[in-house]
């Protein structure tokens, strides 16, 4: 039986201004503190512009039963009324309809209104170059009447529509990732480290003396540029040394100096990181690991802002922010007697400590997608996502060397990417093994059904295009596809039908 577009649908009135639907779905997003897109539960709307009652009943008895909400326009007019005024989904269009407008004159039309819109189209006249065309013309998918099986129809519309969510998800990410850089360079939304941005903004002002505290990789120094950048010393230097890099002596000679004839290799002066930092900031990282010997003299610049280079006996002023860093318990230290309570008290008036990474999962994918972009732009790749499946092993790993591990973890998966997504292949074994189903083979063969599927279709197009000389039609009719099928799974995985000309063609 055939249905027609509800009462209300057909005749409501529009208000004088309207919201667009990417405002719509912006806002949307804004509403949901805390949450990603995908968790945004409500019934999925697709609009059927399709002038034919057949074509209206059957969508309705494939989606309808799968819990899509449907809305019908009977030609290319109403369904560009209707699409102004509500938010859809997707849109299932049909080539040819009545009126003064054919579906790829609505196609063109939707795509100006809303560019990010998802739209179907559906024939039973179109041609293989048609379908091409539409596809170019921002088509996700082009669908043949008469209809393939329900099952495989519903399966496109999830698919399409799953590529849609990604697009959504990565743009929320990417619009957070925005927001937070513009104030500070430290990334997350989770409650610790939002108690840490708001005291990153009281404590940067200020000129004491800070201790961050908190494993290895967890973005100490990081932290240490984010307070120098926001305080009033932002236009002077921001000088940094790792205090358990170096042995006492030269510890001692890099930071204070040291004068010409201080030691044998001391052929002129030279300038200590108190020196270079004058003015700005001066992060001693590691600080746990100086000796005793070397924390007496420190304490004495933290305690009078005086110092005498090595070697040398003019006592030198230094107006620097000290702010320190450590991976170890520095009160047990104290009480071990390795480190001095007085100096313990001197670096650690405020003490911020950063949480492991394990601690604050939900800022993963704000740091992953951080990471993708960083590394696409410096690897001048177009790797723009993490699939779901990625995504979650990246999450319940326990990441022993934190933030910079997921660094490098992103940026290996950045290298070895073919296409434009991150997916569980491109993680390294110790990641992915973490999945049962990925424990065993990983090397050879992805057990997970969509990696798997991904890695046919890529294997299934080079091996067509090679024995069809690189023609996509001859590759369509062989395949049992249609061509836009063909063109938009070529594109997807970067796959040049060019490379696998025949050899007379290359020739000539």
Not at 369 to 398: G, H, Q, R, W
Request: proline share 5%; with cysteine; aromatic share 8%.
């Amino acid at each position: 039986m055939a249905f027609k577009t509800p009462p209300l649908a057909r005749n409501r009135k529009q208000p004088k201004t309207e919201p667009t639907n990417d405002d719509r779905l912006l806002l949307n997003s804004r509403k949901v503190k805390g949450q990603e897109m995908m968790k945004i539960k409500r019934k999925k709307k697709i609009l059927i512009i399709d002038d034919e009652d057949f074509t209206q009943g059957f969508l309705k008895r494939v989606l309808e039963p799968a819990g899509y909400q449907l809305v019908a326009a009977y030609d290319g007019e109403q369904g560009i009324d209707l699409f102004k005024k509500e938010v859809f989904d997707l849109v299932l269009l049909d080539l040819k309809l009545p009126g003064s407008m054919n579906g790829m004159q609505i196609l063109q039309q939707l795509k100006i209104m809303q560019p990010h819109s998802l739209i179907v189209m559906m024939s039973g006249h179109g041609t293989a170059d048609i379908a091409v065309e539409a596809v170019k013309m921002g088509a996700e998918d082009f669908i043949s009447k008469p209809f393939p099986p329900p099952e495989e129809v519903l399966l496109r519309i999830e698919k399409a529509l799953e590529h849609q969510r990604i697009l959504m998800e990565n743009a929320f990410l990417y619009e957070q990732l925005a927001l937070q850089t513009k104030t500070s360079t430290m990334i997350g939304k989770s409650a610790k480290m939002r108690e840490i941005q708001e005291l990153i903004k009281r404590v940067a002002p200020s000129d004491t003396t800070v201790l961050l505290t908190g494993e290895s990789g967890t973005g100490k120094e990081l932290l240490a540029r984010t307070l120098h950048n926001l305080s009033p010393r932002a236009a002077k230097p921001f000088v940094a040394i790792n205090c358990g890099a170096l042995p006492d002596t030269l510890l001692e000679s890099e930071l204070f100096g040291y004068n010409k004839g201080a030691f044998s290799e001391a052929y002129k002066d030279k300038l200590g990181r108190f020196d270079l930092a004058e003015g700005g900031t001066l992060f001693l990282d590691e600080i746990g690991e100086a000796s005793l010997n070397f924390q007496v003299k420190l304490l004495r610049v933290l305690q009078t802002g005086e110092f005498q280079r090595v070697g040398g006996h003019e006592t030198l002023y230094a107006d620097v922010r000290i702010i320190s860093a450590t991976n170890k318990d520095l009160a047990k230290a104290v009480e071990e007697g390795k480190f001095r309570e007085d100096l313990y008290f001197r670096i650690n008036v405020i003490n911020i400590e950063l949480p492991p990474l394990r601690e604050r999962k939900e800022d993963i994918p704000l740091l992953a997608y951080f990471f993708l972009k960083k590394f696409s732009e410096k690897e001048k790749k177009n790797v723009t996502t993490i699939s779901p499946e990625a995504m979650n092993l990246l999450k319940d790993f326990s990441w022993p060397g934190n933030i910079r591990e997921l660094e490098n973890v992103i940026k290996r998966g950045v290298i070895l990417c073919e296409g434009d997504t991150i997916d569980v292949s491109c993680l390294p074994n110790t990641i992915r093994n973490l999945h049962p189903a990925l424990a065993e083979k990983t090397d050879t063969f992805p057990l997970n059904y969509k990696e798997a599927k991904k890695m046919f279709e890529i294997s299934y197009l080079k091996k067509l295009l090679q024995a069809c000389g690189g023609d996509k039609t001859a590759a369509a009719k062989i395949s049992g596809l249609n061509q836009a099928t063909i063109y938009r799974d070529l594109r997807k995985y970067h796959i040049k039908p060019a490379d696998y000309l025949s050899q007379n063609l290359k020739a000539n």
